[in-house]
């Protein structure tokens, strides 16, 4: 089992940053898969990053064009603290922000379908 807590969300004005954490807890594992997804009103939960590990050696870092160039996703394995720094916020990454886990190596990051566990998730909202 792995239980997930985010933190980070909060109201910020466009242009401004942000970073979202995720601290796991319970078992340890060799591989592991954890990616950000966010849901807007009225749409559905998209993609934000992802990034997989195994051995300590990261395999797989990705990002969501929409996103690219503006946030990045980073692990901190000592801690188990999965990262989302956003930077240059814009009006339409308003959303409930999700962390997911999966205690396996995953190598489609993108697919929600691929992870075993969800946070309660945050609120970030971008004003213009």
């Known amino acids: 089992q792995v239980q997930l807590v985010e933190s980070g969300g909060g109201l910020v004005q466009a242009g401004n940053s942000l970073r979202l954490s995720c601290a796991a807890s319970?078992?340890?594992?060799?591989?592991?898969?954890m990616g950000w997804f966010r849901q807007a009103p009225g749409k559905e939960r998209e993609f934000v990053a992802g990034?997989?590990?195994?051995?300590?050696?990261?395999?797989?870092?990705d990002h969501a064009d929409s996103v690219k160039g503006r946030f990045t996703i980073s692990v901190d394995n000592h801690k188990n603290i999965l990262y989302l720094q956003m930077n240059s916020l814009k009006p339409e990454d308003t959303a409930v922000y999700y962390c997911?886990?999966?205690?396996?190596?995953?190598?489609?990051?993108?697919?929600?379908?691929?992870?075993?566990?969800w946070g309660q998730g945050t609120q970030v909202t971008v004003s213009s």
């Open positions: 319970g078992r340890t594992y060799n591989s592991f898969s």
């Open positions: 997911a886990a999966t205690p396996r190596y995953n190598a489609y990051v993108r697919r929600s379908g691929g992870y075993d566990y």
């Open positions: 990034k997989t590990w195994s051995g300590g050696h990261t395999y797989v870092t």
